[in-house]
Protein backbone atom coordinates (compact mmCIF):
# COMPACT_ATOMS: atom_id res chain seq x y z
CA UNK A 1 0.00 0.00 0.00
CA UNK A 2 3.01 2.12 1.01
CA UNK A 3 4.14 1.99 -2.40
CA UNK A 4 0.84 2.62 -4.55
CA UNK A 5 1.03 6.20 -2.04
CA UNK A 6 4.99 7.07 -2.89
CA UNK A 7 4.93 6.07 -6.57
CA UNK A 8 2.20 8.93 -7.28
CA UNK A 9 4.15 11.48 -4.95
CA UNK A 10 7.51 10.87 -6.83
CA UNK A 11 5.91 10.91 -9.95
CA UNK A 12 4.59 14.59 -8.95
CA UNK A 13 7.93 15.62 -7.66
CA UNK A 14 9.89 14.61 -10.79
CA UNK A 15 7.18 16.60 -12.98
CA UNK A 16 7.22 19.49 -10.90
CA UNK A 17 11.08 19.79 -11.28
CA UNK A 18 10.37 19.25 -14.78
CA UNK A 19 8.37 21.81 -15.03
CA UNK A 20 10.07 24.20 -13.04
CA UNK A 21 13.64 24.26 -14.84
CA UNK A 22 14.43 27.19 -16.60
CA UNK A 23 14.35 27.61 -20.17
CA UNK A 24 18.02 28.06 -20.92
CA UNK A 25 18.72 30.05 -24.96
CA UNK A 26 22.48 30.35 -25.89
CA UNK A 27 24.44 31.14 -29.31
CA UNK A 28 25.73 33.41 -31.95
CA UNK A 29 24.52 36.11 -34.50
CA UNK A 30 26.43 36.84 -37.32
CA UNK A 31 26.28 38.25 -40.79
CA UNK A 32 26.03 35.30 -43.07
CA UNK A 33 28.01 36.90 -46.24
CA UNK A 34 30.53 37.97 -44.07
CA UNK A 35 30.51 36.13 -40.69
CA UNK A 36 31.16 38.79 -38.88
CA UNK A 37 29.54 39.09 -35.44
CA UNK A 38 26.68 40.94 -35.07
CA UNK A 39 26.46 43.32 -31.87
CA UNK A 40 23.36 44.85 -30.17
CA UNK A 41 20.72 42.20 -32.15
CA UNK A 42 17.37 41.83 -30.30
CA UNK A 43 16.76 38.51 -29.09
CA UNK A 44 12.92 38.04 -27.76
CA UNK A 45 10.43 35.29 -26.97
CA UNK A 46 7.48 36.03 -29.49
CA UNK A 47 4.23 37.81 -28.23
CA UNK A 48 6.49 38.34 -24.86
CA UNK A 49 8.65 40.94 -23.26
CA UNK A 50 11.13 38.44 -22.17
CA UNK A 51 14.56 39.11 -24.20
CA UNK A 52 18.23 40.12 -24.29
CA UNK A 53 20.88 41.44 -26.44
CA UNK A 54 23.86 40.19 -28.38
CA UNK A 55 27.07 41.68 -27.17
CA UNK A 56 29.90 43.46 -28.86
CA UNK A 57 31.36 39.65 -30.27
CA UNK A 58 27.67 39.02 -31.38
CA UNK A 59 27.12 36.17 -28.61
CA UNK A 60 24.01 35.74 -26.40
CA UNK A 61 22.62 33.70 -24.03
CA UNK A 62 18.87 33.86 -22.07
CA UNK A 63 17.13 32.46 -19.51
CA UNK A 64 13.56 32.52 -17.85
CA UNK A 65 10.93 30.20 -16.69
CA UNK A 66 8.61 32.14 -18.85
CA UNK A 67 9.20 31.21 -22.50
CA UNK A 68 7.16 31.45 -25.39
CA UNK A 69 7.73 28.57 -27.98
CA UNK A 70 9.67 30.81 -30.23
CA UNK A 71 11.84 33.13 -30.65
CA UNK A 72 12.68 35.89 -33.25
CA UNK A 73 16.01 38.13 -33.91
CA UNK A 74 16.31 41.47 -35.34
CA UNK A 75 19.18 43.91 -36.28
CA UNK A 76 18.61 46.74 -38.14
CA UNK A 77 19.83 46.54 -41.87
CA UNK A 78 18.80 42.41 -41.58
CA UNK A 79 16.38 40.13 -42.47
CA UNK A 80 14.71 38.86 -38.96
CA UNK A 81 15.14 35.25 -38.30
CA UNK A 82 12.88 32.80 -35.88
CA UNK A 83 13.71 29.34 -34.14
CA UNK A 84 11.53 27.11 -32.54
CA UNK A 85 12.46 26.29 -28.59
CA UNK A 86 12.52 23.34 -26.38
CA UNK A 87 10.94 23.99 -23.23
CA UNK A 88 12.55 23.40 -20.12
CA UNK A 89 15.81 22.48 -21.49
CA UNK A 90 19.39 24.05 -22.67
CA UNK A 91 19.26 25.51 -26.21
CA UNK A 92 22.14 26.42 -28.54
CA UNK A 93 21.05 27.86 -31.53
CA UNK A 94 22.82 30.34 -34.30
CA UNK A 95 21.75 32.80 -36.25
CA UNK A 96 23.14 33.87 -39.46
CA UNK A 97 21.35 37.19 -40.90
CA UNK A 98 21.18 38.44 -44.06
CA UNK A 99 21.30 42.20 -44.86
CA UNK A 100 18.27 43.58 -45.65
CA UNK A 101 18.34 44.25 -50.05
CA UNK A 102 14.82 45.90 -51.40
CA UNK A 103 13.79 44.64 -54.16
CA UNK A 104 11.87 46.73 -56.89
CA UNK A 105 11.44 44.14 -59.09
CA UNK A 106 9.93 44.89 -62.98
CA UNK A 107 9.29 48.83 -62.82
CA UNK A 108 5.95 50.13 -63.88
CA UNK A 109 6.55 54.12 -64.69
CA UNK A 110 3.09 55.62 -63.39
CA UNK A 111 2.00 59.25 -62.16
CA UNK A 112 1.72 59.01 -58.60
CA UNK A 113 3.81 59.21 -55.25
CA UNK A 114 6.31 56.60 -53.27
CA UNK A 115 3.52 55.18 -51.08
CA UNK A 116 5.61 54.93 -48.00
CA UNK A 117 5.86 59.28 -48.51
CA UNK A 118 1.85 58.51 -48.29
CA UNK A 119 2.03 56.97 -45.17
CA UNK A 120 4.67 59.00 -43.62
CA UNK A 121 2.72 62.26 -43.80
CA UNK A 122 -0.59 60.33 -42.73
CA UNK A 123 1.86 59.40 -39.23
CA UNK A 124 2.51 63.45 -39.14
CA UNK A 125 -0.99 64.19 -39.72
CA UNK A 126 -1.92 62.33 -36.75
CA UNK A 127 1.46 62.93 -34.08
CA UNK A 128 -1.06 64.64 -31.80
CA UNK A 129 -3.63 61.83 -31.49
CA UNK A 130 -0.80 59.37 -31.35
CA UNK A 131 1.62 60.99 -28.91
CA UNK A 132 1.28 59.36 -25.38
CA UNK A 133 2.16 63.18 -24.22
CA UNK A 134 -0.71 63.96 -25.52
CA UNK A 135 -2.93 61.38 -24.35
CA UNK A 136 -5.47 61.77 -21.11
CA UNK A 137 -3.95 61.52 -17.99
CA UNK A 138 -2.26 57.92 -17.43
CA UNK A 139 0.06 55.96 -15.00
CA UNK A 140 1.96 52.91 -15.40
CA UNK A 141 4.25 50.98 -12.84
CA UNK A 142 8.05 50.83 -14.78
CA UNK A 143 10.62 48.08 -14.17
CA UNK A 144 13.91 50.02 -15.29
CA UNK A 145 17.08 48.06 -15.68
CA UNK A 146 20.83 49.87 -16.52
CA UNK A 147 23.96 47.97 -17.02
CA UNK A 148 27.49 50.11 -18.02
CA UNK A 149 30.34 47.62 -19.23
CA UNK A 150 34.06 48.97 -20.48
CA UNK A 151 34.94 47.76 -23.94
CA UNK A 152 38.47 46.77 -24.89
CA UNK A 153 40.02 46.12 -21.46
CA UNK A 154 43.04 44.03 -22.19
CA UNK A 155 44.03 41.25 -20.20
CA UNK A 156 47.58 42.22 -19.71
CA UNK A 157 46.34 44.78 -17.18
CA UNK A 158 46.09 41.81 -14.71
CA UNK A 159 49.51 42.14 -14.41
CA UNK A 160 50.25 45.42 -13.56
CA UNK A 161 51.47 45.29 -9.77
CA UNK A 162 48.59 47.82 -8.90
CA UNK A 163 45.91 45.68 -10.28
CA UNK A 164 47.51 42.10 -7.88
CA UNK A 165 44.29 42.83 -5.56
CA UNK A 166 41.74 43.08 -8.12
CA UNK A 167 43.30 39.57 -10.13
CA UNK A 168 39.55 38.24 -9.63
CA UNK A 169 37.86 40.75 -11.88
CA UNK A 170 39.44 39.64 -15.25
CA UNK A 171 38.16 36.11 -14.53
CA UNK A 172 34.77 37.95 -15.38
CA UNK A 173 36.45 39.26 -18.09
CA UNK A 174 37.73 36.35 -19.63
CA UNK A 175 34.57 34.67 -19.54
CA UNK A 176 33.30 37.05 -21.81
CA UNK A 177 36.21 37.09 -24.24
CA UNK A 178 35.71 36.03 -27.20
CA UNK A 179 37.56 36.31 -30.76
CA UNK A 180 39.66 39.06 -30.00
CA UNK A 181 37.05 41.49 -28.51
CA UNK A 182 36.29 41.86 -24.43
CA UNK A 183 34.26 43.63 -22.30
CA UNK A 184 33.97 43.90 -18.68
CA UNK A 185 30.62 44.68 -16.81
CA UNK A 186 31.13 46.96 -14.38
CA UNK A 187 27.66 48.40 -13.15
CA UNK A 188 23.90 47.29 -12.79
CA UNK A 189 20.70 49.57 -11.42
CA UNK A 190 17.49 48.33 -11.41
CA UNK A 191 14.51 50.21 -10.48
CA UNK A 192 10.87 49.85 -9.80
CA UNK A 193 8.58 53.10 -9.70
CA UNK A 194 5.37 54.78 -10.06
CA UNK A 195 4.72 57.08 -13.23
CA UNK A 196 2.17 59.03 -13.63
CA UNK A 197 1.50 61.98 -16.52
CA UNK A 198 -0.62 64.51 -15.99
CA UNK A 199 -2.15 65.86 -19.25
CA UNK A 200 -4.15 69.24 -17.68
CA UNK A 201 -0.91 70.67 -16.37
CA UNK A 202 1.60 69.02 -18.74
CA UNK A 203 3.84 67.44 -15.61
CA UNK A 204 5.25 64.30 -15.78
CA UNK A 205 6.39 62.55 -11.82
CA UNK A 206 8.00 59.84 -10.82
CA UNK A 207 8.08 57.95 -7.28
CA UNK A 208 10.59 55.17 -6.85
CA UNK A 209 9.43 52.70 -4.90
CA UNK A 210 12.56 50.30 -5.18
CA UNK A 211 16.22 50.40 -6.23
CA UNK A 212 18.61 48.16 -6.63
CA UNK A 213 22.60 49.19 -7.37
CA UNK A 214 25.48 46.93 -7.54
CA UNK A 215 27.95 47.89 -4.56
CA UNK A 216 26.28 50.12 -3.09
CA UNK A 217 22.81 50.79 -0.79
CA UNK A 218 22.80 54.49 -1.04
CA UNK A 219 20.01 56.53 -2.39
CA UNK A 220 22.48 58.67 -4.12
CA UNK A 221 22.32 57.00 -7.68
CA UNK A 222 18.19 56.31 -7.42
CA UNK A 223 16.96 59.32 -8.90
CA UNK A 224 19.25 59.01 -11.89
CA UNK A 225 18.08 55.42 -13.05
CA UNK A 226 13.97 55.97 -13.37
CA UNK A 227 12.07 56.30 -16.45
CA UNK A 228 12.55 59.95 -16.72
CA UNK A 229 16.27 60.20 -16.99
CA UNK A 230 15.82 60.04 -20.48
CA UNK A 231 14.61 62.16 -23.04
CA UNK A 232 14.25 60.46 -25.81
CA UNK A 233 10.68 60.86 -27.60
CA UNK A 234 10.10 59.02 -30.74
CA UNK A 235 7.29 61.41 -31.53
CA UNK A 236 8.91 64.68 -31.19
CA UNK A 237 10.72 66.42 -34.28
CA UNK A 238 14.25 66.22 -32.52
CA UNK A 239 15.21 64.14 -29.83
CA UNK A 240 18.05 65.35 -27.16
CA UNK A 241 20.66 62.65 -25.88
CA UNK A 242 23.69 63.81 -24.01
CA UNK A 243 22.63 67.72 -25.02
CA UNK A 244 22.67 66.48 -28.99
CA UNK A 245 19.83 67.26 -30.82
CA UNK A 246 18.57 63.95 -33.19
CA UNK A 247 16.22 64.33 -35.81
CA UNK A 248 13.42 62.14 -35.38
CA UNK A 249 11.89 59.71 -38.30
CA UNK A 250 8.75 61.04 -37.65
CA UNK A 251 9.67 64.88 -37.65
CA UNK A 252 7.51 67.00 -39.13
CA UNK A 253 10.06 68.01 -42.02
CA UNK A 254 11.31 64.02 -42.67
CA UNK A 255 11.02 63.81 -46.35
CA UNK A 256 13.78 66.48 -46.48
CA UNK A 257 16.24 64.21 -44.01
CA UNK A 258 15.12 60.57 -44.43
CA UNK A 259 14.36 58.70 -47.55
CA UNK A 260 10.81 56.07 -46.90
CA UNK A 261 10.54 52.59 -48.46
CA UNK A 262 7.19 50.52 -47.91
CA UNK A 263 8.89 46.98 -46.88
CA UNK A 264 5.63 44.76 -46.11
CA UNK A 265 1.75 45.07 -44.88
CA UNK A 266 0.74 42.49 -42.75
CA UNK A 267 -3.01 41.87 -40.71
CA UNK A 268 -1.99 41.65 -36.95
CA UNK A 269 -5.45 40.86 -34.72
CA UNK A 270 -7.70 41.89 -37.24
CA UNK A 271 -5.92 45.10 -38.25
CA UNK A 272 -3.56 45.94 -41.23
CA UNK A 273 -0.16 46.77 -40.30
CA UNK A 274 2.19 48.57 -42.42
CA UNK A 275 6.53 48.18 -42.37
CA UNK A 276 8.14 51.12 -43.18
CA UNK A 277 11.98 51.35 -43.80
CA UNK A 278 13.65 54.98 -43.32
CA UNK A 279 17.48 55.54 -44.84
CA UNK A 280 19.25 58.84 -43.95
CA UNK A 281 19.90 61.50 -46.86
CA UNK A 282 22.75 62.80 -45.82
CA UNK A 283 24.47 60.05 -43.32
CA UNK A 284 26.63 62.72 -41.58
CA UNK A 285 23.83 64.21 -39.71
CA UNK A 286 22.83 62.95 -36.54
CA UNK A 287 20.33 61.09 -38.15
CA UNK A 288 19.33 57.05 -37.94
CA UNK A 289 18.40 53.99 -39.83
CA UNK A 290 15.77 51.66 -39.00
CA UNK A 291 12.34 49.94 -39.83
CA UNK A 292 8.81 51.31 -37.95
CA UNK A 293 5.85 49.62 -38.13
CA UNK A 294 2.38 51.73 -38.48
CA UNK A 295 -1.46 50.49 -37.65
CA UNK A 296 -3.54 51.19 -40.77
CA UNK A 297 -6.41 53.59 -40.06
CA UNK A 298 -4.93 55.50 -36.82
CA UNK A 299 -1.54 55.34 -38.40
CA UNK A 300 0.12 54.72 -34.62
CA UNK A 301 3.61 53.61 -34.84
CA UNK A 302 3.07 50.22 -32.74
CA UNK A 303 6.61 49.38 -32.92
CA UNK A 304 10.15 50.94 -33.92
CA UNK A 305 14.14 49.87 -34.52
CA UNK A 306 16.51 52.41 -35.18
CA UNK A 307 20.18 53.16 -34.62
CA UNK A 308 22.62 55.68 -35.37
CA UNK A 309 23.64 56.48 -38.92
CA UNK A 310 27.40 55.23 -39.11
CA UNK A 311 28.96 57.96 -40.75
CA UNK A 312 26.87 60.73 -38.94
CA UNK A 313 29.38 63.11 -37.30
CA UNK A 314 28.89 63.17 -33.34
CA UNK A 315 31.98 62.87 -30.69
CA UNK A 316 32.59 59.97 -29.05
CA UNK A 317 29.39 58.21 -29.67
CA UNK A 318 30.00 55.20 -31.76
CA UNK A 319 26.51 53.89 -31.41
CA UNK A 320 23.40 54.64 -30.14
CA UNK A 321 20.58 52.12 -30.45
CA UNK A 322 17.05 52.91 -29.88
CA UNK A 323 13.92 50.50 -29.78
CA UNK A 324 10.41 50.95 -28.50
CA UNK A 325 7.33 48.56 -29.20
CA UNK A 326 3.44 49.65 -27.78
CA UNK A 327 0.58 47.54 -27.17
CA UNK A 328 -3.48 48.37 -27.50
CA UNK A 329 -4.90 49.74 -24.95
CA UNK A 330 -8.26 51.46 -24.58
CA UNK A 331 -7.92 52.24 -27.96
CA UNK A 332 -4.74 53.56 -27.86
CA UNK A 333 -1.14 52.40 -28.34
CA UNK A 334 0.56 52.54 -25.49
CA UNK A 335 4.18 52.25 -24.33
CA UNK A 336 5.43 48.64 -23.57
CA UNK A 337 9.08 47.95 -23.58
CA UNK A 338 11.48 50.17 -25.21
CA UNK A 339 15.67 50.26 -24.92
CA UNK A 340 18.67 52.18 -25.63
CA UNK A 341 22.19 51.43 -25.86
CA UNK A 342 24.76 53.44 -26.54
CA UNK A 343 28.88 52.81 -27.70
CA UNK A 344 30.80 55.46 -26.28
CA UNK A 345 34.70 55.99 -27.48
CA UNK A 346 37.42 58.97 -27.56
CA UNK A 347 37.47 58.15 -31.12
CA UNK A 348 34.38 57.64 -33.42
CA UNK A 349 35.76 54.28 -34.69
CA UNK A 350 33.48 51.01 -34.32
CA UNK A 351 37.27 49.27 -35.13
CA UNK A 352 39.18 51.54 -32.12
CA UNK A 353 40.78 49.74 -29.45
CA UNK A 354 41.07 51.86 -26.85
CA UNK A 355 39.19 51.49 -23.84
CA UNK A 356 35.55 52.66 -23.90
CA UNK A 357 32.16 52.44 -22.77
CA UNK A 358 28.97 50.70 -23.65
CA UNK A 359 25.77 51.81 -21.57
CA UNK A 360 22.58 49.66 -22.09
CA UNK A 361 18.96 50.94 -20.85
CA UNK A 362 15.56 48.97 -20.67
CA UNK A 363 12.30 50.27 -19.46
CA UNK A 364 9.43 47.66 -19.37
CA UNK A 365 5.39 49.34 -18.48
CA UNK A 366 3.44 47.35 -16.76
CA UNK A 367 -0.13 48.00 -14.81
CA UNK A 368 -0.26 51.18 -17.45
CA UNK A 369 -4.30 52.85 -17.42
CA UNK A 370 -5.76 56.26 -18.02
CA UNK A 371 -6.45 57.62 -14.65
CA UNK A 372 -6.69 61.21 -12.94
CA UNK A 373 -3.48 61.41 -11.65
CA UNK A 374 -3.83 65.52 -11.08
CA UNK A 375 -3.77 65.25 -7.21
CA UNK A 376 -0.90 62.82 -6.51
CA UNK A 377 1.11 64.85 -9.65
CA UNK A 378 0.32 68.32 -7.54
CA UNK A 379 1.34 66.93 -4.25
CA UNK A 380 4.72 65.92 -6.02
CA UNK A 381 6.37 68.86 -5.96
CA UNK A 382 9.99 67.23 -7.49
CA UNK A 383 9.22 65.69 -10.42
CA UNK A 384 11.33 62.11 -9.26
CA UNK A 385 10.86 61.45 -5.33
CA UNK A 386 12.05 58.20 -3.23
CA UNK A 387 9.63 56.14 -1.23
CA UNK A 388 11.02 54.90 2.55
CA UNK A 389 13.35 52.43 2.35
CA UNK A 390 13.84 52.43 -1.58
CA UNK A 391 17.16 51.00 -1.65
CA UNK A 392 16.65 48.39 1.24
CA UNK A 393 14.58 46.20 -0.62
CA UNK A 394 14.76 42.23 -0.11
CA UNK A 395 16.11 39.12 -2.90
CA UNK A 396 12.19 37.69 -2.53
CA UNK A 397 10.91 41.66 -3.31
CA UNK A 398 12.92 41.80 -6.92
CA UNK A 399 11.90 38.19 -8.19
CA UNK A 400 8.59 38.86 -7.44
CA UNK A 401 8.67 42.16 -9.22
CA UNK A 402 11.61 41.60 -12.07
CA UNK A 403 9.56 41.11 -15.48
CA UNK A 404 12.07 39.64 -16.93
CA UNK A 405 14.77 37.26 -15.32
CA UNK A 406 18.90 38.60 -14.43
CA UNK A 407 20.89 36.95 -17.28
CA UNK A 408 24.36 35.57 -16.00
CA UNK A 409 26.29 38.16 -17.05
CA UNK A 410 23.87 41.03 -15.38
CA UNK A 411 24.50 38.38 -11.73
CA UNK A 412 27.97 38.21 -12.59
CA UNK A 413 27.63 42.06 -11.89
CA UNK A 414 26.17 41.99 -8.26
CA UNK A 415 28.31 39.15 -7.52
CA UNK A 416 31.84 40.91 -9.03
CA UNK A 417 30.78 44.79 -7.34
CA UNK A 418 30.16 42.76 -4.18
CA UNK A 419 33.77 41.32 -3.94
CA UNK A 420 35.48 44.47 -4.98
CA UNK A 421 34.19 46.16 -1.47
CA UNK A 422 36.27 43.59 0.64
CA UNK A 423 39.48 44.43 -1.30
CA UNK A 424 41.26 46.70 1.45
CA UNK A 425 43.16 48.93 -1.85
CA UNK A 426 39.16 49.58 -3.25
CA UNK A 427 37.95 50.66 0.32
CA UNK A 428 41.24 53.48 0.57
CA UNK A 429 40.89 54.49 -2.73
CA UNK A 430 36.78 54.92 -1.55
CA UNK A 431 38.00 56.52 1.44
CA UNK A 432 40.43 59.18 -0.23
CA UNK A 433 38.16 60.08 -3.05
CA UNK A 434 35.20 60.84 -0.81
CA UNK A 435 37.70 62.89 1.46
CA UNK A 436 39.42 65.02 -1.59
CA UNK A 437 35.35 65.35 -3.01
CA UNK A 438 34.03 66.57 -0.02
CA UNK A 439 36.63 67.40 2.13
CA UNK A 440 36.19 65.51 5.13
CA UNK A 441 37.46 61.94 6.16
CA UNK A 442 34.83 60.04 7.35
CA UNK A 443 35.13 57.51 10.38
CA UNK A 444 31.29 56.49 11.27
CA UNK A 445 29.53 58.91 13.82
CA UNK A 446 32.14 61.98 13.23
CA UNK A 447 34.02 63.28 10.03
CA UNK A 448 37.56 65.10 10.17
CA UNK A 449 38.34 67.85 8.30
CA UNK A 450 38.80 69.72 6.35
CA UNK A 451 41.80 68.31 5.06
CA UNK A 452 42.67 71.27 3.47
CA UNK A 453 42.71 73.66 6.62
CA UNK A 454 45.08 71.23 8.25
CA UNK A 455 48.17 72.94 7.06
CA UNK A 456 48.49 77.09 5.78
CA UNK A 457 51.04 79.47 6.21
CA UNK A 458 50.81 83.54 6.72
CA UNK A 459 52.73 86.67 7.66
CA UNK A 460 50.68 87.23 11.15
CA UNK A 461 50.10 82.84 11.95
CA UNK A 462 53.64 82.02 10.20
CA UNK A 463 53.28 78.01 9.71
CA UNK A 464 49.61 77.42 10.65
CA UNK A 465 48.30 73.95 12.20
CA UNK A 466 44.35 73.16 12.38
CA UNK A 467 42.36 70.21 13.31
CA UNK A 468 38.26 69.96 12.75
CA UNK A 469 35.57 67.83 13.11
CA UNK A 470 31.73 67.38 12.44
CA UNK A 471 29.01 64.73 13.50
CA UNK A 472 27.56 62.74 11.02
CA UNK A 473 23.43 61.33 10.51
CA UNK A 474 24.96 58.46 12.15
CA UNK A 475 25.57 60.39 15.47
CA UNK A 476 21.75 62.18 15.25
CA UNK A 477 19.68 62.48 12.43
CA UNK A 478 18.56 66.40 13.45
CA UNK A 479 21.87 67.31 15.18
CA UNK A 480 24.96 68.31 13.97
CA UNK A 481 27.98 69.45 16.07
CA UNK A 482 31.22 70.96 14.98
CA UNK A 483 34.28 72.45 15.94
CA UNK A 484 37.73 73.23 15.53
CA UNK A 485 41.50 74.32 16.71
CA UNK A 486 44.09 76.25 15.23
CA UNK A 487 47.64 77.69 16.45
CA UNK A 488 50.24 79.65 15.00
CA UNK A 489 53.91 79.00 15.67
CA UNK A 490 54.76 82.79 14.94
CA UNK A 491 52.16 84.37 16.96
CA UNK A 492 51.56 81.46 19.27
CA UNK A 493 48.03 81.87 19.95
CA UNK A 494 45.46 79.10 20.31
CA UNK A 495 42.45 79.89 18.06
CA UNK A 496 39.09 77.78 18.44
CA UNK A 497 35.60 77.72 17.05
CA UNK A 498 32.40 75.56 17.83
CA UNK A 499 28.84 75.35 17.40
CA UNK A 500 25.61 73.35 16.19
CA UNK A 501 22.93 72.69 13.85
CA UNK A 502 19.38 71.27 14.24
CA UNK A 503 17.61 70.69 11.21
CA UNK A 504 13.43 70.70 11.89
CA UNK A 505 13.13 69.28 8.05
CA UNK A 506 14.94 69.09 4.64
CA UNK A 507 12.08 69.43 2.73
CA UNK A 508 11.54 72.14 2.62
CA UNK A 509 14.84 72.82 4.59
CA UNK A 510 14.11 74.49 8.27
CA UNK A 511 16.94 74.63 10.46
CA UNK A 512 18.00 76.65 13.62
CA UNK A 513 22.20 76.85 13.47
CA UNK A 514 24.33 78.74 16.57
CA UNK A 515 28.22 79.21 15.65
CA UNK A 516 31.04 80.75 17.75
CA UNK A 517 34.88 81.56 17.30
CA UNK A 518 37.98 83.19 18.48
CA UNK A 519 40.38 83.16 14.96
CA UNK A 520 41.48 85.56 12.68
CA UNK A 521 40.27 86.82 9.48
CA UNK A 522 40.84 89.08 6.74
CA UNK A 523 38.80 92.31 6.96
CA UNK A 524 36.39 92.77 4.04
CA UNK A 525 36.72 89.64 2.98
CA UNK A 526 33.21 87.24 2.31
CA UNK A 527 32.73 84.39 4.57
CA UNK A 528 31.89 82.44 1.33
CA UNK A 529 35.54 83.49 -0.73
CA UNK A 530 37.92 80.95 -0.87
CA UNK A 531 40.01 80.91 2.58
CA UNK A 532 43.44 82.42 2.76
CA UNK A 533 43.83 79.38 5.51
CA UNK A 534 44.28 76.71 2.90
CA UNK A 535 46.83 74.34 2.07
CA UNK A 536 45.75 74.61 -1.71
CA UNK A 537 46.15 78.52 -1.53
CA UNK A 538 49.83 78.09 0.92
CA UNK A 539 51.46 75.74 -2.07
CA UNK A 540 50.08 78.09 -4.90
CA UNK A 541 50.99 82.03 -5.24
CA UNK A 542 48.97 84.48 -3.56
CA UNK A 543 49.02 88.02 -2.34
CA UNK A 544 50.77 88.59 1.18
CA UNK A 545 48.15 88.47 3.67
CA UNK A 546 48.71 91.11 6.13
CA UNK A 547 45.43 92.46 6.61
CA UNK A 548 44.59 89.32 9.09
CA UNK A 549 42.65 90.59 12.44
Known sequence: MTRFLILPFLMVVVTFQLWAQPTEISGKITEKATGEPIPYANIIFRGTSVGTMSDINGSYSLRTSRPGTEIEVSSIGYQRQYAVVKINQKNQINFQLEEEVFSLGEIDVRPGENPANIIFRKIVENKNVNDPANFPSWQSQIYAKTEIDLKNVKSSLRDKKLMAQFDFVFNYLDSLENEGKTFLPVFLNETVSNYYHDTESNKEREEIIANKVSGTKSDVYSQFTGKMYENIKIYENYMTFSDIGFVSPVNNLGLQFYKYYLVDSTIVDGQKIYELSFRPKLPQEPVFKGNFWVEDGSFALTKLEMQLSEQANVNFINNLQYSIEYKKNDGKWVPKTESVVVDIDIQKNKDSEKMGIIARKTNIYDDFKFANVSEIVRKQKDPIVLAPNVSGKTDDFWIENRPVELQQRERNIYSMVDSIKDVKLYRTMAENLYMFAYGYRDLGKIELGP???????????????????????????????????????????????AGFEYYFSIKPLSLFSFQMQRDLEMLGKSDKAFSEQNIVTTLLPNAQTRNLT
Open 451 to 497: YYYVYSKNKIEGSRFRLGARTTYKFDKNLRLNGFGAYGTKDKEFKYG
